[in-house]
C-alpha cells in the first residue's frame, strides 16, 4: 500500500470555490490511480504559458507562466498554481480547477513541491 501523501489531498470535485492561496493539483485520481498521460503537467502548464504578470514580455518555447509551473510533490507529478493568475485572465483559474474536476484530480492546500 503506498503511503498517505501529506498534506492530505482533496478531490477537486469537492472544492466550491478557488483556493486564496498557492495550491497543487496532483496527478493522482480519487480512487488513488496515477493521472495518464506521464507528461499531463507539462501540458497543462504549457497551455498557461501565456498568462504572465504584466511587463515580463513573451514566453520563450520552454518557459511557463510562474503562476502554474510543473514539478512534482512527494512522487507524484502536480502542477503549482497560485491563484493570482485570475489577476491577468479570470478564466484561466476556472480552467484550472475544471481540468482538475472534470479528470478526477486531487488537490494539495500547500505550496511545497520540487
Known amino acids: 500500500m503506498a503511503p498517505a501523501l501529506t498534506p492530505p489531498l482533496i478531490p477537486a470535485r469537492s472544492i466550491a470555490k478557488p483556493p486564496d492561496a498557492v495550491f497543487l493539483i496532483v496527478g493522482v485520481t480519487s480512487s488513488g490511480k496515477a493521472f495518464r498521460p506521464s507528461d499531463w503537467s507539462e501540458r497543462l502548464a504549457g497551455v498557461m504559458a501565456c498568462f504572465r504578470p504584466p511587463g515580463s514580455g513573451a514566453p520563450t518555447p520552454l518557459q511557463c507562466s510562474p503562476y502554474a ?22 478564466l484561466a483559474l476556472t480552467f484550472l480547477l475544471n481540468f482538475a474536476r472534470d479528470n478526477d484530480l486531487q488537490l494539495a492546500l500547500t505550496s511545497e513541491f520540487t
Do not use: F, K, N, S
Not at 507529478?77 to 479570470?90: L, N
Open 69 to 90: 509551473v510543473p514539478g512534482r510533490h512527494q512522487e507524484q507529478t502536480c502542477v503549482r498554481v497560485d491563484p493570482v493568475i485570475a489577476t491577468v485572465e479570470p
